[in-house]
C-alpha cells in the first residue's frame, strides 16, 4: 500500500478509489485514461501520479487495499466464537455487501479484475487470487465445527464443496450486477437468496 496515499484525508481517498474502479470497470485496464480519472476525482494529473508511479501501481494498489479492507472487516466483525461453517459463510458477505454502500463501483472493479486479460496484470491478480483463496480464506475457517457434519462422508471434501459453492453464488452475483449502479442491486434478496442455497448445503451435509 502505498503511504502516501493513506495520508489523504478519507474523503479525497473515496474519490480517487472509487473513480478508479469507475474507470477501469467500464472501460478496461488498457482503455482506461488517467486523464478521465483525475477529472472525476477533482485532482491533478500530477498529483495522482504523486501517488502511484504509474496506470499498473494504482489498479494493483485497488485491488489490495480492497482485499485487505475486507479481511480487516472480517477480522474486526466476524463472530468467531460461532464456529458454524455457514455462519462464517453469511457473516462474511454481510461484510462485502455493507463495502458495496461505500464503494458503489468496487462490485463491478472485482468481477472487472476477474476476467481481466491484460498481459501485465493477469500472472499478477492470480497470484494474489490463489494467496487469497489457499491462505487467507482456509485461515477463517480452519477452526470450524466438524461435529455437525455427517459421519458418512468425508469432511474435508465438504468444506470444499461449501467453499466453491460460495465462491459460485458470489461470482454468479457479480455477472448478474455487472454494470448496475448499488440502487438497482437488491442486496436484501441476494442474502435472501443465499440462505436458500445454505440450507440446501445444510439439509445435504449435516446430520
Known amino acids: 500500500m502505498e503511504p502516501k496515499f493513506l495520508a489523504l484525508d478519507q474523503d479525497k481517498q473515496d474519490r480517487i478509489l472509487n473513480a478508479a474502479m469507475e474507470e477501469f470497470a467500464g472501460n478496461g485496464y488498457k482503455n482506461t485514461s488517467t486523464n478521465k480519472i483525475v477529472k472525476k476525482a477533482g485532482i491533478s494529473k500530477g498529483l495522482l501520479f504523486h501517488y502511484f508511479s504509474n496506470k499498473k501501481e494504482l489498479y494493483l494498489m485497488i485491488y489490495d487495499y480492497f482485499v485487505d479492507l475486507f479481511l480487516t472487516e472480517v477480522q474486526g466483525k466476524v463472530d468467531w466464537e460461532n464456529k458454524d461453517i455457514f455462519t462464517r459463510h453469511r457473516q462474511m458477505a454481510s461484510l462485502k455487501i455493507k463495502l458495496f454502500y461505500q464503494y458503489p463501483n468496487v462490485f463491478n472493479f472485482l468481477n472487472a479484475a476477474f476476467t481481466e486479460n491484460a498481459q501485465d496484470l493477469r500472472v499478477e491478480l492470480e497470484s494474489r487470487r490463489e494467496k487469497f483463496i489457499n491462505h487467507h480464506y482456509r485461515e477463517m475457517l480452519q477452526d470450524i465445527d466438524l461435529s455437525k457434519f455427517r459421519e458418512d462422508m468425508d469432511v474435508s471434501k465438504i468444506i470444499e464443496i461449501i467453499s466453491w459453492s460460495m465462491e459460485g453464488f458470489a461470482n454468479k452475483q457479480q455477472a ?12 436484501e434478496e441476494t442474502l435472501q437468496e443465499l440462505d436458500r442455497y445454505i440450507e440446501v448445503l445444510k439439509h445435504s451435509f449435516y446430520k
Not at 179 to 187: A, F, H, K, R, T
Open 176 to 187: 448478474k450486477f455487472k454494470g448496475l449502479s448499488l440502487d438497482e442491486m437488491d442486496l
